[in-house]
């Protein structure tokens, strides 16, 4: 996502900085690069599992090179499982809420076959841009009512609110990934960003962004939700590994 907006522009790394425990200060060497899991990888087995992953530039790879985005990361380590992964990128940096409902049902009828499962993670520039909690709330929960119509089981990458716009907004916009997850039976990741709280060796030079080694923390924070929500393989006699 990109992460500008006039007074109210706070990054990833700002967000840690007042989230975490530890100190925020600049890091002298880079985090050395961690791959998602250390077991051996397995062969891929079973049908394709066709994954859609709808967000901003948290999964476009904003500032990455081909190949290091969040969904690429996140497919690599689901067939790294056995799990026959095809991950769809549908990231478009700075979009919103109301961007992501727009283009959900053309982003869906696109796809070669209905996807298996879809992944969602958008929010943030509606809180950096002001815009009212209740909107946001409300284009999520049409995107999550459509899928839920379609039969197609999604996770929530949750987001919470920068400090600097108060209490009142923050109570207003933080319950409401884990609220629209229970309603429409959504796998949740509370706070999408969590694994680069206090590390800001993460962040790219623009203090907004993940570097790869960043992705891969996330992708090892939330590759085992993925792995669950999506269906069970056709072929119970040989499954893949599951988590």
């Not at 053309?106 to 298996?116: D, I, V």
Request: proline share 11%.
């Amino acid at each position: 996502m990109k992460w500008k907006s006039a007074a109210l522009v706070a990054s990833p790394l700002a967000l840690a900085c007042v989230l975490g425990s530890g100190g925020c200060g600049e890091s002298a060497a880079a985090a050395p690069h961690q791959a998602s899991s250390s077991a051996p990888d397995l062969p891929v087995m079973g049908e394709e599992l066709r994954i859609v992953a709808l967000g901003d530039s948290l999964f476009a790879g904003y500032g990455l090179e081909p190949g290091q985005s969040y969904p690429a990361r996140l497919e690599a380590a689901l067939r790294a499982r056995g799990l026959n992964a095809r991950i769809t990128n549908a990231g478009v940096s700075g979009d919103t809420t109301a961007g992501g409902l727009g283009r959900l049902d053309f982003t869906l009828n696109s796809q070669p076959k209905p996807p298996a499962l879809v992944i969602i993670s958008l929010g943030g520039n509606d809180m950096l841009r002001g815009l009212p909690p209740e909107a946001t709330r409300k284009n999520l929960d049409e995107m999550l009512s459509k899928l839920k119509a379609r039969g197609i089981p999604v996770v929530l990458m949750g987001m919470l609110a920068a400090p600097n716009l108060g209490a009142d907004y923050r109570g207003k916009f933080d319950p409401i990934y884990p609220a629209l997850a229970k309603k429409h039976g959504a796998a949740l990741v509370p706070f999408f960003l969590q694994p680069l709280i206090d590390r800001p060796d993460l962040i790219q030079a623009d203090r907004i962004h993940p570097t790869l080694p960043g992705i891969d923390l996330m992708v090892a924070a939330t590759v085992d939700k993925v792995a669950g929500a999506l269906p069970e393989p056709a072929n119970p006699a040989a499954p893949p590994n599951r988590p």
